[in-house]
């Protein structure tokens, strides 16, 4: 199952690629650095776990990480030297950060990916998600392999309570989206009618891309440990906040208000689908499901 969904994957984004135009654009070595990216965070879904036995080996380990880029991003030697940095960083604050570790680890993966300082190390037309599945894939080395902290709920094996409980708190949450994203006129009805293939490609398309990698770190990393020190009810509504905010400049140049209440509810729920069962997998179908059905009909 996981080597052949692997191939499938790749299949998948090469399809999309040809699709949107990014294939003959892009050098064959994005590719292959595009699969290099995937694979661990691909493995790591289906249980695969390095045993290092010494602090010494993996950071050495966490340096294969710096693989994708070497082999297909734009080498610049600042570049690389920023991408080694923080690859190093994260794993010596998972080894011997002792309990403020983690913490550091979560705010420099976030600015890592918020602040877009790697955008430039792929500079390929379409393929921008890049830098940040290499900060996910360091999010889970350490968090997994360097200093597993239990709970998180990283599997790709499906189980058919996922899509229950994740297209049930997706429907809880409509009716109060629309509402306020209807009021506030940051939603609009767009009546189009999308093929399956459509819906189907974007719906997959952003679980793998946008709603795993956000539901890894707010929920599978953030609010499993705001959940130890504060209590589950403080931790939903700290995470959820904290979603929200990641999102004040998404579609606008300045802060955007509208987009930052709606996430912040959404990431209630988003919540309440990952405490069900303590799987990343459960919230990304809501998250999933939110965005594309918000992106082919309310945008």
């Excluded at 770190?217 to 609010?223: I, N, S, T, W």
């Excluded at 579609?251 to 930052?260: E, H, K, L, Q, T």
Aim: contains cysteine; charged residues 10%; positive net charge.
């Amino acid at each position: 199952m996981s080597v052949g969904g692997f191939v499938i994957l790749l299949a998948a984004l090469w399809l999309v690629a040809e699709h949107f135009g990014v294939a003959s654009q892009a050098p064959p070595l994005a590719f292959v650095s595009a699969a290099l990216l995937l694979a661990p965070y691909w493995a790591f879904g289906f249980g695969f776990r390095p045993n290092f036995s010494t602090p010494v080996a993996r950071m050495l380990g966490a340096c294969l990480l710096l693989l994708p880029y070497l082999a297909g991003g734009k080498f610049r030697i600042g570049m690389f030297a920023g991408l080694l940095g923080v690859v190093l960083g994260v794993t010596a604050l998972l080894e011997w950060g002792r309990e403020i570790g983690p913490w550091l680890v979560l705010i420099i993966l976030a600015l890592a990916v918020e602040s877009q300082v790697f955008d430039q190390a792929w500079v390929v037309p379409g393929l921008s998600a890049l830098p940040k599945l290499m900060m996910v894939d360091l999010g889970l080395y350490g968090f997994l392999v360097v200093r597993p902290i239990g709970g998180i709920g990283y599997d790709f094996r499906p189980h058919v309570r996922d899509f229950g409980i994740g297209l049930r708190e997706f429907l809880f949450f409509t009716p109060i989206a629309l509402v306020l994203g209807l009021a506030t006129a940051f939603l609009h009805v767009h009546p189009t009618l999308p093929t399956p293939w459509h819906f189907a490609a974007g719906w997959i398309f952003t679980l793998f891309f946008i709603a795993v990698p956000e539901e890894l770190f707010f929920r599978g990393l953030l609010l499993n440990l705001l959940e130890r020190k504060i209590g589950t009810r403080n931790a939903i509504a700290v995470s959820s906040v904290l979603f929200g905010l990641a999102h004040f400049n998404k579609r606008a140049a300045y802060f955007n208000w509208r987009y930052v209440v709606l996430a912040a509810i959404a990431g209630v729920f988003y919540s309440r689908a990952w405490l069900d069962r303590r799987r990343v997998l459960t919230s990304s179908v809501t998250h999933a499901t939110v965005d594309t059905v918000w992106s082919i009909w309310l945008r």
